[in-house]
């Protein structure tokens, strides 16, 4: 946490230097590349201070992600991959800021910068579709080394329509100047289409796939699954309707821009955050499915944990690391919490009293 407010209030003075740069007699332009140099002398600073071990360690993830199909693909490559799909704009903006440094001279004037982005049409594009590169190519290495094409292949296949969005879109733009009414473009439809496919698919490997969702023998859990660790069934029923609604964010931000109502930089503004919050939602029942099915693998799982809301989940969770039958099928619906049943989370040194204890 100490972290995340430092790094704050670094970004907090650079903005308000940026605004007040006159005032300071500093080119407003130095403030942006000074936070990006501070960022990344953080990010490998080789000192064993400020999380060097966490730091090293999402680098050597980072790594093995961009190297995706020659190395062995394990859960935190995949779920850390799975994070940058949602950072798209942010990969986007670190594209635009090289660029911008590169062509523009002039650091007191923002100048012509549609060679970095409106006018992109080679590298904006490649950049769009690295994430999704390098999670389709890590599920090419999981088939190479299971040889189950399901559900590999068929996750390859997902992010493969990202592809598709990407060249319609690149398209649609670049031709956008031979057509006086843009619903004559013919590469609008092809975007469309290709957007649909891949919100419909992506929805669907989300909850049915990712989440575990819609399990047939859920019994009285309707729509769910016979097991669940948190003890509301309103978070997974929130998490189902809003996960589908920012799926299909393109087509209100389309309907907005088109219909001059928004700024297409307001909203690409008010988008990105709130697919990092769709991919915040997401986290929580991913590692949860993934947790349940470690557990009824017998499979190590304390690597991979999720967060409980008070002691009675938590105790659940370690029942389901530590007992054999701790993934059970549910029968009856689990009662509703009464507020005198919700107590703080267990203390960690307290945790081997509850009898849930390691080997």
Not at 58 to 79: Q, S
Not at 176 to 205: F, G, R, V
Not at 308 to 322: E, G, L, R
């Given at each position: 946490m100490e972290i995340a407010v430092i790094l704050g209030v670094v970004w907090t003075l650079s903005i308000l230097s940026f605004l007040y740069s006159v005032s300071l007699s500093i080119p407003p332009y130095v403030n942006p590349l000074a936070l990006t140099v501070i960022m990344l002398v953080f990010i490998l600073n080789?000192?064993?201070?400020?999380?060097?071990?966490?730091?090293?360690?999402?680098?050597?993830?980072?790594?093995?992600?961009?190297?995706?199909?020659?190395?062995?693909?394990?859960?935190?490559?995949?779920?850390?991959a799975d994070q940058l799909n949602s950072l798209v704009s942010a990969l986007l903006d670190f594209q635009f800021l090289i660029c911008f440094y590169f062509v523009n001279g002039d650091w007191l004037q923002a100048g012509d910068t549609d060679i970095c982005q409106d006018k992109s049409y080679i590298i904006r594009p490649?950049?769009?579709?690295?994430?999704?590169?390098?999670?389709?190519?890590?599920?090419?290495?999981?088939?190479?080394?299971?040889?189950?094409?399901?559900?590999?292949?068929?996750?390859?296949?997902?992010?493969?329509?990202?592809?598709?969005?990407?060249?319609?879109?690149?398209?649609?733009?670049?031709?956008?100047?031979?057509?006086?009414?843009?619903?004559?473009?013919?590469?609008?439809?092809?975007?469309?289409?290709?957007?649909?496919?891949?919100?419909?698919?992506?929805?669907?490997?989300?909850?049915?796939?990712?989440?575990?969702?819609?399990?047939?023998?859920?019994?009285?859990?309707?729509f769910l699954r016979e097991e669940t660790v948190y003890s509301s069934t309103s978070f997974y029923y929130f998490a189902i309707v809003e996960d589908l609604i920012l799926r299909f964010s393109w087509a209100f931000s389309y309907i907005l821009t088109e219909g001059k109502y928004v700024n297409s930089d307001i909203m690409t503004s008010i988008t990105s955050p709130l697919e990092v919050f769709r991919r915040f939602v997401w986290n929580f029942f991913r590692l949860e499915n993934e947790h349940l099915n470690n557990?009824?693998?017998?499979?190590?799982?304390?690597?991979?944990?999720?967060?409980?809301?008070?002691?009675?989940?938590?105790?659940?969770?370690?029942?389901?690391?530590?007992?054999?039958?701790?993934?059970?099928?549910?029968?009856?619906k689990k009662p509703p919490k009464k507020k005198e049943d919700k107590q703080k989370l267990i203390p960690e040194q307290s945790i081997e009293e509850t009898g849930f204890c390691d080997f």
């Open positions: 080789p000192l064993r201070i400020f999380r060097h071990d966490a730091r090293f360690w999402a680098l050597r993830v980072m790594g093995r992600i961009i190297a995706a199909p020659f190395f062995h693909v394990g859960f935190a490559d995949f779920w850390l490649i950049v769009n579709c690295l994430p999704a590169w390098f999670r389709f190519a890590q599920c090419l290495r999981r088939y190479r080394d299971t040889k189950e094409a399901f559900p590999h292949l068929v996750n390859a296949g997902k992010y493969s329509t990202t592809f598709l969005v990407v060249i319609f879109t690149t398209l649609r733009s670049y031709h956008k100047d031979e057509y006086t009414d843009q619903l004559d473009n013919p590469y609008l439809y092809l975007w469309i289409a290709s957007a649909i496919l891949s919100s419909c698919y992506a929805y669907t490997w989300d909850i049915k796939m990712d989440w575990g969702l819609f399990d047939s023998s859920a019994g009285e859990n309707k557990c009824g693998k017998f499979r190590a799982v304390r690597d991979i944990s999720v967060a409980p809301i008070d002691s009675s989940d938590q105790t659940q969770i370690i029942k389901m690391m530590d007992e054999i039958d701790g993934v059970i099928h549910r029968r009856k």
